[in-house]
């Protein structure tokens, strides 16, 4: 039975870096072929894809927000962190971890942890 | 990359047949590894997947939900509409930059 959990802080102020972590049973990121991915949403908005990172710590990044993400791992603890730099009032959403299947889908997800960003 | 478009709504009385929607280009819906997935959004869960690789049902999603795809555009149906099915749903698609990318999503309502 595969499950993730999402943790971090509900409330960050603009400038500062979110982090963000993803702690995750059922499945080990030290096999090959598996990869954990993070998805956030806006309130009222659409599910929004923004990176991924493989068992062999290749990562792939969504192109909107590359420049301000870095997705890392720890195997051991089996857990996947997300952190964005600089964020503003626009990176208020609720983040998801999910886990990516061979075939590219995402079949287990996280039930999400809400961030807002204010000062 | 451009979010795939969905319709924002779509509804239907119970026991009628939907179709959301969702359309790419060549590097996404349309390319020829044909990984679409569906996923149905409920309010504070994560999302549920639906469909996989176009047509594919995962253990425990009901035969009443169906996918396709025709070009750049897939296509779910959900057939003998529920009260229960009233959520959001998505499309997805892994494209050809190694990257993936959501539908713009489309609300469903049961008349």
């Known amino acids: 039975q595969i499950t993730l959990k999402e943790s971090g802080p509900p409330l960050v102020k603009p400038t500062q870096t979110l982090t963000l972590t993803c702690t995750f049973s059922?499945?080990?990121?030290?096999?090959?072929?598996?990869?954990v991915g993070w998805i956030r949403q806006p309130p009222g908005q659409a599910l929004e894809w923004l990176a991924l990172?493989?068992?062999?710590?290749?990562?792939r990044y969504g192109p909107s927000l590359k420049n301000r993400l870095t997705i890392t791992k720890d195997a051991s603890k089996n857990q996947v962190v997300l952190t964005m730099a600089n964020v503003t009032p626009v990176d208020t959403a609720t983040y998801y971890c999910?886990?990516?299947?061979?075939?590219?889908?995402?079949?287990?997800w996280g039930r999400g942890t809400v961030v807002a960003v204010s000062s | 990359q451009s979010a795939l478009t969905q319709p924002a709504s779509v509804s239907g009385s119970p026991g009628q047949s939907i179709t959301i929607s969702c359309t790419g280009t060549?590097?996404?819906?349309?390319?020829?590894?044909?990984?679409v997935s569906w996923y149905q959004h409920l309010p504070g869960e994560g999302p549920k997947l639906l469909i996989f690789?176009?047509?594919n049902r995962p253990p425990g999603v009901s035969y009443r939900f169906s996918g396709s795809k025709s070009g750049n555009t897939a296509s779910l149906t959900i057939s003998g509409l529920q009260a229960e099915d009233e959520a959001d749903y998505y499309c997805?698609?892994?494209?050809?930059?190694?990257?993936?990318?959501f539908g713009t999503g489309t609300q469903v309502f049961v008349l």
């Open positions: 990172i493989f068992w062999d710590d290749d990562t």
């Open positions: 060549t590097n996404d819906v349309g390319a020829s590894f044909d990984y």
């Open positions: 997805n698609s892994y494209t050809s930059s190694a990257t993936f990318v």
């Open positions: 690789n176009v047509k």
């Open positions: 059922g499945f080990s990121l030290k096999s090959r072929g598996e990869a």
């Open positions: 999910g886990h990516r299947d061979n075939l590219n889908y995402f079949d287990y």
